[in-house]
């Protein structure tokens, strides 16, 4: 078929709404974003776009990348980076 295994846009909106949660300041604000990311992989089962192993692969891998550019970005760059550095 047209479609292959593991969602992209799953695994993009993970890595980006994850990097907003890291870096966002406490407070009940931040999860919106999370959910947010949820709802869309729903969208994506909803429309018959992936199945459900699709976007919890896609999520996984957004979500791990997210994890390592958050604890390896200061090793590499000069800026330190710290949590709830936005606000």
């Known amino acids: 078929g047209l ?3 593991m969602c992209f846009v799953a695994s993009l909106f993970f890595l980006l709404v994850l990097m907003m949660f890291f870096f966002s300041t406490k407070g009940p604000k931040r999860w919106f974003f999370p959910i947010l990311a949820f709802l869309v ?7 018959g776009v992936h199945s ?3 976007i919890v692969v896609g999520a996984l891998l957004g979500s791990l990348t997210a994890w390592c550019v958050y604890h390896f970005l200061p090793i590499f760059s000069n800026v330190p980076v710290r949590k709830h550095q936005l606000k």
């Open 3 to 5: 479609w292959c295994f």
């Open 52 to 54: 459900p192993v699709d």
């Open 41 to 47: 992989g729903l969208s994506r089962i909803w429309v």
